[in-house]
């Protein structure tokens, strides 16, 4: 059984990639080894096999120029193919701000309708038609002034009648 | 990714309805809510001194509430003080003095409803909301020029 170091070392004799002493180790190996022959002769068969398939067409660029211009394509798909990086960075917060703006407007009506107003709302059955009702905002004073008891009903000796 | 998108809406929405819920319970929490009210039967003249030794002068803040009104009297005594506390469950009826009766409601959200009687016979009856800092005046003329009035406001 050869062992894996072998296998690539006698790749690499085979392409020529070898150190002379490398290669002359290589040589005593295949001459007291018939399994290791084999193999070379399997992977010269099958590189001879492949260079018949190759149409031996030439890049205009260098090998390096080449292979980058494929990186930038690698990169340059990955990066748009990342939906969060195409969004703009408020959208992540789009999920949030629908909630979020549903519950504030809640809050805006539960906070308007609790509130006490600066104006009361205010209605008056008045059963004195010569009632009538001032407001000051300032103070926050409301005055309903009645005309009960009028005072002409009431001679100034006699005060049974007031409200006092 | 759509997942963990739809737990955290999932998420924003619950804390939503809790908000809901909670602003619900706090509305109805302050209409069932209690208010503390203070009546006052106020006699206003231009008069230094009352000819009843019982009458004493109205507190500072009332005095100021009344000569910002369009008054012309310019001393003001009280003759009853009442504290009530109102609920929605039901009126509470109180008298000022022998012929006037005031009657209050809490109607919710911190609105009363009073109504004011005179001699036993209804005279007005209105609805207002009363925070705390507003007054509430009723009034009239009363014999000798002076005047009565019933003063209206919120304690707690």
Known sequence: MIDYDLQLKLQAHLDGELSPAEARGIQARLARDPEARALLAELTATTAALADFEDGRRLPESREFFWSKIEREIHRDASSASPSAALPWWAGWRRWLVPIGTAAMVALAGLMATRPGLAPEAEAELADPGAFTYRDYTARTTLVWLSYPAEKEFPADDGSDTMD | ?156
């Not at chain 2, 369009?70 to 506390?85: A, D, G, H, Q, S």
């Not at chain 2, 509470?92 to 609105?111: L, Q």
């Open chain 2, 1 to 156: 990714m759509r997942l963990r998108m739809s737990v955290e809406a999932s998420a924003a929405w619950l804390v939503c309805a809790l908000v809901c819920i909670g602003l619900g319970e706090g509305k109805l929490q302050a209409a069932d809510a209690k208010l503390k009210l203070e009546a006052q039967l106020i006699w206003a003249t231009t008069d230094h001194q009352s000819p009843d030794p019982s009458h004493k002068p109205v507190d500072a803040d009332i005095l100021k509430k009344l000569q910002d009104l369009p008054l012309k009297w310019t001393n003001y005594f009280v003759v009853n003080r009442k504290i009530m506390e109102v609920s929605t469950v039901g009126p509470v009826k109180m008298a000022m003095s022998e012929k006037c009766e005031i009657e209050v409601r809490h109607v919710g959200n911190g609105t009363v409803e009073v109504a004011l009687f005179g001699k036993r016979e209804p005279l007005v009856k209105r609805t207002q909301s009363l925070p705390k800092g507003e007054t509430l005046v009723l009034g009239g003329n009363a014999p000798n020029a002076t005047a009565w009035l019933v003063v209206l406001k919120r304690l707690e």
